[in-house]
Structure formats: structure tokens, C-alpha cells
């Protein structure tokens, strides 16, 4: 399969996608979503041992592509759905896959990504990376991730990261368990090789196993939380609130809340 947004390669059992939009910082496209899903889903059929999660440039991925983010605030309801179906499936097919998975970020990962960064069973940063979920500052909200972010470092932290929108580094990330290591940049690629081959060493049968054991046990309340982000996510995009965000963003002002 040939992909326009994204560089997929394979060698020694594993497997590497690249998000590839360098000029607008691997921001994420509706295109680049059913591209990610699709590779992820030939990734976990496949034989491939590892898959490698990493962006072209000097950004991880920036979110969502600020040329989507204005036609976003047009779509109907029934299109906003379709948007948010497509999010929760990229996310929990990441989240399910079989085979373990690498993120390896280089550069800033904002909002979604992020989600993409920290949903990957391991998360390599350089020093000083940054990372957040600004949707709170455009009048949106960061449901899809909510879920996952919840599961991994509880609801008083995730409050705190959603509700203030707020930038963090790699090194407090790594203190909050959303980042595993902190690496120097020159050296991120070959600690990715490094743990890649430590995992090629264990039994894929194995992994696959507890990956499934331990999504297993979250399905039920994830389930729930996803329906309900999904709600909202299409929701929110009716909102007052979120028009003039996206407004006050693409015309760099301040935004003018509703009350």
C-alpha cells in the first residue's frame, strides 16, 4: 500500500512509521489518520516484531492540521461524528495492538499528538521536549484522549494537564509516567534499536497475550469513556466557544468567550 502522509519501512522484524508532513510539523489530517489506521492495522496482522512510532522533522506531530481545524468549525453534526469515530479508532488501534510499540519524539507532540506519543506501550523523548493538551485554548475539548490519559496517570493529574492546557516538558512527563526516557537526542535512535531488540527477544505469542490481557481489563470502562468522549468531542464543535477559539487562533487574537 502506498501512503501520502506517512513512510512506512520494515527491516530485522521492525517495522517503522513515520509521520511525514514536515513542513506543517507532521500535523495530523483526516488523510493522515485513516493512513496511521491502516498501517497500524497491517502492522498487527503482519510478522513484523516491533513497531516504531516517530516524525519526520523536527516535530513529533503538532495536532491537528490548522487548514482542517478551519474547515472543522463548517462540517455538520453527522460529519463531526465521523471525525470523532475516526480519532477513537486511530487511538484504540494503537492502544490494542499486538505487537509492542516504540514512540520515539524528537520534537513537540501537542494534543493529539501527544495521545499518539504516550498511547505507544514505550515513549522515548530528547531533553526538553515539549508536550500538552491545548485544546481548552482554542475552545475545543481533549476528549478522545481523555480516556487513555485517565488510565495511565489517574483522574487528578489528567485534570490538571486537560484543564489548564498547559505545556510540559519530557522530564516532567517521565515524572508523571507519560514518557519512559528521557534520551539525548543524538542517542534516541539508538536506544529505539536497542529496546527494539530487547523486545524481539521475548515471545511475540507472550506479548501479544498480556497486551490483549491488559486491554481486556480496561474494555468495559473504556468502552464507556470512549462513547461518551465521542459525544462530546462531536458536541463541543457546536459550541459558541469552540467557533470563536478556532476563529481567535487561525487570526492570532485573543479568543472571546461565551458565558
Known amino acids: 500500500m502506498s501512503y501520502k502522509t506517512i513512510l512506512v519501512t520494515e527491516e530485522d522484524g521492525i517495522k517503522t512509521i513515520m509521520l511525514n508532513r514536515p513542513t506543517r510539523r507532521n500535523a495530523m489530517t483526516p488523510e493522515m489518520q485513516d493512513e496511521l489506521i491502516a498501517a497500524f492495522e497491517k502492522a498487527g496482522s503482519g510478522h513484523c516484531r516491533v513497531v516504531v512510532l516517530t516524525g519526520a522533522g523536527e516535530a513529533f506531530c503538532a495536532g491537528l492540521d490548522l487548514v482542517h481545524l478551519q474547515a472543522v468549525a463548517a462540517k455538520s453534526q453527522s460529519e463531526h461524528v465521523v471525525d470523532a469515530e475516526r480519532v477513537a479508532r486511530l487511538f484504540r488501534t494503537l492502544y490494542e495492538l499486538p505487537k509492542p510499540t516504540i514512540a520515539v519524539v524528537q520534537g513537540p507532540a501537542i494534543a493529539g499528538g501527544t495521545g499518539l506519543a504516550t498511547i505507544c506501550d514505550f515513549t522515548l523523548a530528547a531533553p526538553g521536549v515539549k508536550f500538552g ?124 468567550w461565551g458565558k
Not at 494537564?161 to 508523571?176: D, I, K, N, V
Not at 531488540?197 to 505469542?205: G, I, R
Not at 498480556?210 to 461518551?228: C, S
Open 133 to 256: 493538551y491545548t485544546e481548552v485554548k482554542i475552545g475545543f475539548v481533549p476528549a478522545l484522549v481523555s480516556a487513555f490519559l485517565t488510565l495511565q496517570i489517574g483522574e487528578k493529574r489528567t485534570r490538571d494537564l486537560l484543564l489548564s492546557g498547559r505545556l510540559f516538558t519530557s522530564e516532567e512527563a517521565e515524572r508523571l509516567g507519560l514518557v519512559n526516557e528521557v534520551v539525548p537526542a543524538e542517542q534516541l535512535a539508538e536506544r529505539a534499536d536497542e529496546l527494539a531488540q530487547a523486545l524481539k527477544e521475548n515471545s511475540p505469542q507472550s506479548i501479544a497475550a498480556t497486551k490483549h490481557l491488559m486491554a481486556t481489563q480496561n474494555r468495559a470502562w473504556l468502552d464507556a469513556a470512549i462513547g461518551h468522549a465521542m459525544s462530546a468531542n462531536a458536541e463541543v464543535r457546536a459550541m459558541h466557544d469552540f467557533h470563536e477559539g478556532v476563529a481567535a487562533f487561525l487570526e492570532k487574537r485573543r479568543p472571546v
